[in-house]
C-alpha cells in the first residue's frame, strides 16, 4: 500500500480529484474507480494458490533471516519480482499467472513486508535490501543460477537496479524498473509523512481494508486487492483491528537513500533495460539523456494507478514476455537460433 495517491484521492460521488504532481508514489493519471457494492463476498480474500505455485520459506544461512517467497511456472528464465513499500510479494499474483506459462516467476517478501522475518524488520536501508535479495538468490540458485530477470516496482524498483549495479549476480539478462524516477521520487519525499499519516490506518476486517484499498486507496483492480492487501495487514490484538503490517512511517531516514542517485545507477547497469511508467512521469535529466542515447526502453501505460502489475497485470505480464521473446532470453542466459541449430547437428 504505497501510499502516496491519498492525498488527492476522494469517494466515489465527491467529484474529480485535483491534480497533483506525479511521484515515485503515485500515478500521474488516475482512471476512474471501480464500482462499489457493500458486500463482504465481493471484498473476501483470495488464495495466492490460484495465482502461484508453490509458497517458500528461503532461510539465509548463518543468520536468523527468513524470506518468503511465492513461485510459478517450471520453464524458462526466472522473473525475479520485487514489490513497492507496504505492499507484498503478491503484488505480482496475477501478473505471474499469466507469466508463467512462458516463464519461471519468483516474489519475494521483502525485509519487514509480508511474512518474511529478519533479526531486524526496521533496517530497511537501500544497502540491507539489496544484500538481503542477494542473498535470497544464491540461497535459492547457488553459483549456478539460471537466466535472471529483475523487475521492482517504486522502491522495489531501486532495489532491482542496486542489486543489478552491484554486479555480482551471474547470468542476469534483463532489469525492468516500474513508475519510479529518481527527479519526482526526490521531490515526493518532503510530503510523504502527511500522506502516511493521512491514509486510513485501521479496519474492522480484511474485507473493510481491501474495500479500502479500490475506494480510497492505492489500487484500482478489485482481484489483485483481494489476493495482496491480506498479505500486508496484521491484527492489533490492543485496539482490536487490522492496521497496516509494515510501519512506513518509521522508514523516513532511509527514503533518502532509495532514490538519490537512481537514474544514473540505472543507466549504469550493464544489462538490457526497461522502464515502465504510469502516465506521463517526466524523466529526469540523466535519463532524458540516456533515452536519446537508446540506453534503456521506456514504455508509458496508460489508464492504470501507480501500481501497474495489479491495476492492469495483463498488460504487465505482455510487457515482461515481450522484454524475453525480443531479448531471446532463454532459461540459462540469449538464445541465438543459428548458434541452436548448429549445435543440435
Not at 480510497?216 to 489476493?227: D, K, T, Y
Request: proline share 6%; net charge negative.
Amino acid at each position: 500500500m504505497e501510499p502516496a495517491p491519498l492525498a488527492s484521492l476522494q469517494e466515489e460521488g465527491e467529484g474529480e480529484p485535483d491534480e497533483s504532481p506525479s511521484s515515485a508514489f503515485s500515478a500521474a493519471a488516475v482512471p476512474p474507480r471501480p464500482a462499489t457494492h457493500h458486500s463482504l463476498h465481493k471484498y473476501a480474500p483470495l488464495d495466492w494458490s490460484a495465482y502461484f505455485d508453490e509458497e517458500r520459506r528461503v532461510a539465509i544461512p548463518d543468520t536468523e533471516d527468513v524470506f518468503n517467497v511465492y513461485m510459478a511456472g517450471s520453464e524458462g528464465p526466472v522473473v525475479f519480482c520485487l514489490h513497492g513499500g507496504g505492499y507484498s510479494g503478491l503484488s505480482f499474483a496475477l501478473a505471474a499467472s499469466q507469466i508463467k506459462e512462458k516463464a519461471r516467476v519468483v516474489s519475494m517478501d521483502l525485509r519487514g513486508h509480508g511474512k518474511s522475518t529478519t533479526s531486524d524488520d526496521s533496517d530497511m536501508s537501500i544497502e540491507t535490501l539489496s544484500s538481503d535479495v542477494i542473498a535470497v538468490l544464491h540461497t535459492l540458485y547457488g553459483d549456478s543460477p539460471p537466466a535472471i530477470i529483475l523487475v521492482g516496482h517504486s522502491m522495489g524498483g531501486s532495489v532491482a537496479v542496486h542489486v543489478a549495479a552491484r554486479k555480482v549476480i551471474r547470468n542476469l539478462h534483463g532489469l525492468l524498473v516500474v513508475d519510479v524516477v529518481e527527479g519526482t521520487a526526490m521531490a515526493s519525499l518532503v510530503h510523504m509523512q502527511k500522506i502516511l499519516a493521512n491514509r486510513a490506518q485501521h479496519f474492522p476486517s480484511i474485507e473493510k481494508a481491501i474495500e479500502w484499498s479500490v475506494k480510497g486507496g492505492p489500487l484500482r483492480n478489485i482481484e489483485s486487492a483481494r489476493v495482496s492487501i491480506p498479505s500486508t495487514l496484521k491484527y492489533d490484538e490492543s485496539k482490536k483491528c487490522y492496521t497496516h503490517r509494515t510501519p512506513l512511517e518509521g522508514t523516513e531516514k532511509y527514503w533518502k537513500g532509495w532514490y538519490e542517485g537512481l537514474s544514473e545507477k540505472f543507466l549504469s547497469c550493464p544489462v538490457q533495460k526497461v522502464l515502465l511508467l504510469a502516465g506521463t512521469d517526466r524523466l529526469d535529466r540523466a535519463l532524458t539523456i540516456g533515452q536519446m542515447q537508446g540506453k534503456f526502453q521506456m514504455v508509458v501505460v496508460r489508464h492504470t494507478g501507480h501500481a501497474i502489475q495489479e491495476d492492469v497485470p495483463e498488460e504487465f505480464a505482455s510487457h515482461i514476455l515481450n522484454f524475453i521473446a525480443r531479448n531471446k532470453i532463454g532459461p540459462n542466459g540469449v538464445e541465438i537460433p543459428g548458434l541452436i541449430k548448429k549445435w543440435q547437428h
